[in-house]
């Protein structure tokens, strides 16, 4: 069964950094691209950042471009979102989604985890 | 505002046809066959429902199909079920990003 699992989110101040995680199981991790959606609170959906399965393709978001980086771990079957200088406006819940952004088809997604920046 | 324009809400009685649109431009919706729909409903993860415009995944009923006609997708859903009711969003590629709609609240009155 696929699983992908977010963490690392939480309540920060705005221009502080956050690190999200998602661990993924049930499939071969190293053979998938990798995505980060997110979705403010009764808002819609808003794509974030991708990365190819060997980590060579990565693109991002202009909202987020320059203060984000996605990385990914396969030995660890690991996806990561660094967050820096956030902003009131990166309040959302970030959720992990498998699949090639290419073709804009997340087949599986984590439950996700939420992210606050706050004063 | 969304790159993609759906309407903000639809409705429906049980048994009927529903469709949702999504409309965008010849450089996303367009200009590629690669359209997906998401059934999101309240406190859960968005699931896949559609993907390159009109196939299902493994498990998706088939009362739920995709079309495209020029720069707008759209999704029906014949045989309107309660468990239907959620919000909805297409979603396409263009030129090195994912855009999504804003939304589609169905009701199943």
């Known amino acids: 069964e696929v699983q992908l699992v977010e963490s690392g989110g939480g309540l920060v101040k705005p221009g502080g950094s956050l690190r999200l995680s998602c661990a993924a199981s049930g499939f071969t991790f190293s053979s998938y691209s990798m995505n980060w959606v997110r979705q403010a609170p009764g808002k819609g959906l808003e794509w974030v950042s991708s990365?190819?399965?060997?980590?060579?393709?990565?693109y991002y978001a202009d909202s987020v471009k320059g203060r984000f980086t996605i990385s990914r771990d396969n030995a660890k079957n690991s996806l990561y979102l660094q967050m820096n200088s956030l902003r009131a406006e990166d309040t959302a819940v970030y959720y992990c989604a498998r699949g090639r952004f290419t073709t804009a088809k997340f087949d599986y997604w984590g439950q996700g985890t939420l992210v606050t920046v706050s004063s | 505002q969304s790159a993609l324009t759906q309407p903000a809400s639809v409705s429906g009685s049980p048994g009927q046809s529903i469709t949702i649109s999504c409309t965008g431009t010849s450089s996303d919706v367009g200009g590629y066959n690669y359209v997906s729909w998401y059934q999101q409903h309240p406190g859960k993860a968005p699931k896949l429902m559609i993907y390159e415009v009109s196939n299902r995944p493994s498990g998706v009923p088939d009362r739920f199909s995709g079309s495209k006609s020029g720069n707008t997708a759209s999704l029906t859903i014949s045989g309107l079920q309660a468990e239907d009711e959620a919000d909805y969003y297409c979603s396409s590629y263009t030129s090195s990003k994912v855009v999504f709609g804003g939304g589609t609240k169905l009701t199943v009155l």
């Open positions: 990365i190819s399965s060997s980590s060579s393709y990565i």
